[in-house]
Structure formats: structure tokens, C-alpha cells
């Protein structure tokens, strides 16, 4: 393990650093790394930011979107950036699952790896780790690690700012969830004063919808939602024919489940997917709900109370038909 002290001493030389950040990377994964970016690149560190996979459009505009590698699409050179590293932050999760096959190269790498996240039950990969379940977003723990942490606040430039803003308005569901706290509107009060436009990173990411995600948004909750009021839940399933009729691309799925949650009295909101290996699935729930629980116990998954995910093997129609058998033990939780 690293102290601080001696992570201070080893960022007070360049060194060969690679970011890296969850599978099909949202707001957070890619504002946190890029603003951690932003900010050691300034440092005279040697920087490149990593994804597992793509991410959507609406996140492509950030700053430094063009300096990111996408590990599937250059796979040796990934590995080779990340078996040559001096450094290797991970940010937004804590198992090297959550990134797919670049978790065995980080895994093997000799270089130290430092874990800034906010996610339950984190893995023993790291040699340091800034991790709090209680921040609303990876993001903040990225402020609060240079602003903090490293006490460098002044080198919080306009794009380390517009990517942390970016990271914490979409991981607190733009400033509503109950991690937003007081700090965190400081933080991001913070932000605003050191360069990010807060209505035009709004509009950057909310409305970049194409037509077809529109119209596909239409036809989920017109067509495919379903309720369950004994149980306070709503499920919305989506078939390989679904998306294929829609063209839907990366990110556009992406918010769904919140329609769903946003009906007076449902507690627990439900959206799978029929991708083309397995079903994805995503939770939401109000309150105390352990949406959690249910992805980690039976969809080989995890995240947050009320936002969490996971995927399962079996054909879409069994997922349902799972998650509707598994209602009966939460009864109780979801409508008292
Ligand atoms: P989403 O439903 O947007 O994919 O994910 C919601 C939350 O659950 C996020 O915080 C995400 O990190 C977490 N999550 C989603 N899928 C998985 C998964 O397969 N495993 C784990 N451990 N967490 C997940
Ligand atoms: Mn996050």
C-alpha cells in the first residue's frame, strides 16, 4: 500500500500514467478520468485515458473526448500502455470485472494503482485508494482528491472543471439525488467559478437526443411498460428486434428506467435489454429499496441502493419472468 505522502512524492515526478474507468463508460466514468486527465497532463505527467469500450454520443463533446483510446478498438496498444505504466487510476469502480479484459492486464501490471470510487464492496487491487460511498459521484472524489488531497486547487483549469461539473451533474441525476449534499453544491459552485458553463454542459448532454432515440423512449413506455401495482414496480423489456427497429446505438437506452421510477407510488423500476451476448439489466428505486442487493445476488452485478445494474445468461423472457418470481420476498420493502 501507498500513503499519501509517498503518492505526493511519486506525482512530484513525471511519470507514465493511465486512466481507466468502467465498461461502457456514463457521465461520471468519462468527466472523472477526463478531469483527472486534464489536471495531471498540467502536472508534465505522460496521460491517456483508457475505456473498455465506447460510450455514447452525448458525452463524445468533453474535453480531451479525441486523446481517449477505446480499449476494444486498439486492444495491443492498450495493453501495452497499461503493462508500461508507472500509474494507474481507476475511476467509477472497484472490480476489475467492471472493465472487462482490461482488468487482467491491470491486474498483472506492476504499476501502482490508485482506486478513486464510489461504489460498495471494492476489490483488493489497489496500492491506494480515495473510495467513499457517501459521494454522489467518482467525480467529487476526483475534486476533493487535487483540491484536497493534494491541496491544488488552483490548477483546477476550465476543462478539469467542465468535466468534473459534467461528472457530478449526471451521476446525482443533475443535482437531485440525496448524496447532493451542501459540500456538493459548493463543489460544484467551485466549478462554476473555475470555468465550467453549467447550462451549456445541460444542454450538451440533455438534449442530444436523435430522433430515433425519441421516438424509441415513445415506444418503451407506450408499448413496453409494464406494471406490477401489487409490488410497486414497473418493468420495461426490450428485445434485439426492439433495437434493431429503432437503430439504436450506445447511450440511447441510457435514462429509460427513470421514466418508469418517475410514476407516482413505484418503488422499484425495472429496465432489461437484449444485447447481443446476454441481458443487461438496470435498477432504480426510491428510498430505501436495496436495488443492489437484487443485481448482486441474482444478476451477477452490484452499484448502488437506488441505481444498480447487472446481466444475466438467459433469454430475456427468464430474466423477466426471474425478477417477477423474486417480488414476492420484497413485498413487504415495496409497499409498507
Ligand atoms: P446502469 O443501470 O446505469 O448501467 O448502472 C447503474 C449503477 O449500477 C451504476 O452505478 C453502475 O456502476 C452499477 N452497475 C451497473 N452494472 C453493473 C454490473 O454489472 N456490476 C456492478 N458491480 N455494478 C453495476
Ligand atoms: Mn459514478
Same mark, same amino acid.
Given at each position: 500500500m501507498l500513503n499519501l505522502a509517498?503518492?505526493?512524492e511519486?506525482?512530484?515526478?513525471?511519470?507514465?500514467?493511465?486512466?481507466?474507468?468502467?465498461h461502457k463508460p456514463d457521465g461520471d466514468a468519462l468527466g472523472s478520468s477526463l478531469g483527472l486527465y486534464h489536471y495531471l497532463v498540467q502536472q508534465q505527467h505522460d496521460v491517456q485515458v483508457i475505456t473498455p469500450t465506447d460510450y455514447p454520443e452525448f458525452l463524445q463533446w468533453m474535453p480531451g473526448n479525441d486523446q481517449v483510446i477505446i480499449y476494444t478498438e486498439h486492444k495491443e496498444k492498450s495493453a501495452a500502455l497499461v503493462q508500461q505504466a508507472d500509474l494507474i487510476f481507476c475511476t467509477d469502480f472497484n472490480s476489475l470485472s467492471r472493465i472487462n479484459e482490461l482488468g487482467e492486464a491491470v491486474k498483472v501490471s506492476s504499476a501502482k494503482k490508485i482506486m478513486i470510487d464510489h461504489h460498495l464492496d471494492p476489490e483488493n487491487f489497489d496500492d491506494f485508494r480515495l473510495w467513499n460511498t457517501l459521494a454522489c459521484s467518482a467525480s467529487q472524489l476526483v475534486y476533493e482528491f487535487i483540491a484536497e488531497f493534494l491541496g491544488d486547487k488552483n490548477s483546477i483549469n476550465a476543462n478539469v472543471a467542465t468535466c468534473l461539473y459534467t461528472g457530478i451533474m449526471t451521476d446525482s441525476g443533475s443535482f437531485r439525488f440525496p448524496t447532493t449534499t451542501s459540500n456538493v453544491h459548493r463543489i460544484t459552485a467551485d466549478l462554476i467559478d473555475l470555468g465550467a458553463d453549467n447550462a451549456a454542459i445541460h444542454q450538451l448532454v440533455y438534449d442530444h437526443s436523435s430522433e430515433n432515440r425519441l421516438r424509441f423512449l415513445g415506444f418503451c413506455l407506450s408499448k413496453k411498460l409494464? +406494471?406490477?401495482?401489487?409490488?410497486?414496480t414497473a418493468v420495461?423489456? +426490450?428485445?434485439?428486434?426492439?433495437?434493431?427497429?429503432?437503430n439504436i446505438i450506445t447511450g440511447d437506452t441510457e435514462g429509460i428506467v427513470n421514466y418508469a421510477l418517475s410514476i407516482t407510488n413505484i418503488r422499484l423500476a425495472a429496465f432489461m435489454i437484449e444485447r447481443t451476448d446476454k441481458i443487461k439489466l438496470s435498477l432504480r428505486s426510491k428510498g430505501t429499496f436495496p436495488a443492489n442487493e437484487i443485481c448482486k445476488n441474482?444478476?451477477?452485478g452490484g452499484g448502488h441502493r437506488n441505481a444498480a445494474g447487472g446481466q444475466s445468461e438467459s433469454t430475456l423472457e427468464q430474466v423477466v419472468h426471474q425478477f417477477k418470481t423474486l417480488l414476492p420476498a420484497y413485498k413487504n420493502l415495496l409497499t409498507q
Open positions: 509517498e503518492l505526493k511519486i506525482l512530484a515526478q513525471p511519470q507514465k500514467i493511465v486512466i481507466t474507468t468502467h409494464e +406494471i406490477l401495482p401489487g409490488y410497486n420495461i423489456a +426490450i428485445s434485439k428486434e426492439d433495437l434493431a427497429q429503432f441474482y444478476f451477477n
